[in-house]
């Protein structure tokens, strides 16, 4: 007969697993409540068709997939808004790269320097845009106004298709290079002092310490800025909504997914439509972050 060995968990173990659970409760509460129901939610709503007054939803099962994918205007929403995340994510992370190695050297006033480029981030997106729009308006924005001083036209920065998406990406990358340079500050800080100082020792100037010392080592933190700035680019709408109204003959070349989700789904109540389109946009990220995934091992280096 085969004897049954019982093994008992130690009071010890149940205690380190439930404080463990405790403490990890709050962030799976959060995360179950605020993104994995209304994801379900979202994905049930685009097999239906939006009732009048909200009500008696109709279930049209995968029509408005057919519909998003004829839909032009979807497809250049796509391209607009991989297009911004094209033009905000390199320039914004070299610029806090730089900011950081920066600001993580021996110069006075390092503390005054981090709030103020930290300071985008504490605003309020609204008044952030409002300063934007004043700055870009066509007849007495300050930057037509210094443009004007040496003698170049005034450029309308907001209503012309061809400049616009470039001056909301500049506003996109002013916004995130405060909280880029926040992540990448505390990852060159925990580089060891002693790479540098053998370095040194060998005869390394400071620029082939950057790119053999700080870069390697630097690369789990920049990966991880790396994915969450490309998914936040991909969400973007404040800035758009509030910068291009549909009228504009801008709005073409502007218009972003969840900007296309937000105008379907709450000004023309159609949310089963609207929902659709976040499905692709989470389709969309979704490939984006594996690809990046497994890309990570070409260049991170985990100590």
């Not at 994801?39 to 239906?48: G, K, N, R, W």
């Not at 610029?95 to 920066?102: C, D, H, P, T």
């Not at 991909?234 to 073409?252: C, K, L």
């Amino acid at each position: 007969m085969s004897k049954v060995v019982s093994r008992r968990i130690s009071r010890q173990t149940w205690s380190e697993w439930s404080w463990g659970w405790f403490l990890i409760a709050p962030t799976m509460i959060g995360l179950i409540v605020l993104n994995i129901i209304p994801i379900i939610q979202t994905a049930y709503l685009s097999f239906f068709k939006s009732g009048d007054f909200g009500r008696g939803n109709i279930f049209v099962g995968l029509d408005n997939y057919r519909k998003m994918f004829d839909d032009v205007q979807v497809w250049h929403a796509v391209g607009n808004t991989l297009l911004y995340a094209v033009l905000v994510v390199p320039i914004s992370i070299a610029l806090s790269l730089i900011v950081a190695v920066l600001l993580n050297g021996e110069i006075r006033g390092k503390s005054l320097y981090r709030t103020i480029y930290f300071i985008p981030m504490v605003a309020a997106p609204a008044a952030v845009t409002m300063v934007w729009r004043w700055l870009y308006n066509e007849h007495f924005g300050l930057i037509n106004y210094v443009l004007s001083r040496i003698g170049i036209n005034a450029v309308d920065w907001v209503g012309n298709p061809k400049v616009s998406l470039i001056s909301i990406a500049i506003i996109g990358i002013w916004s995130v290079i405060g909280y880029n340079m926040v992540l990448l500050l505390a990852g060159l800080q925990e580089i060891p002092k002693d790479f540098y100082e053998a370095s040194e020792i060998d005869g390394a100037s400071k620029l082939r310490q950057f790119f053999v010392i700080t870069l390697p080592l630097l690369s789990p933190t920049l990966f991880f800025v790396v994915v969450t700035s490309v998914i936040q680019a991909m969400q973007v709408f404040d800035v758009i909504y509030m910068m291009i109204d549909v009228t504009s003959p801008a709005y073409e070349h502007t218009v972003s997914l969840v900007y296309l989700f937000y105008n379907n789904s709450f000004k023309y109540s159609n949310k089963g439509y609207g929902s659709a389109i976040v499905i692709l946009l989470l389709a969309i990220i979704m490939v984006i972050t594996f690809l990046q995934v497994r890309g990570q091992k070409k260049w991170v280096n985990y100590m």
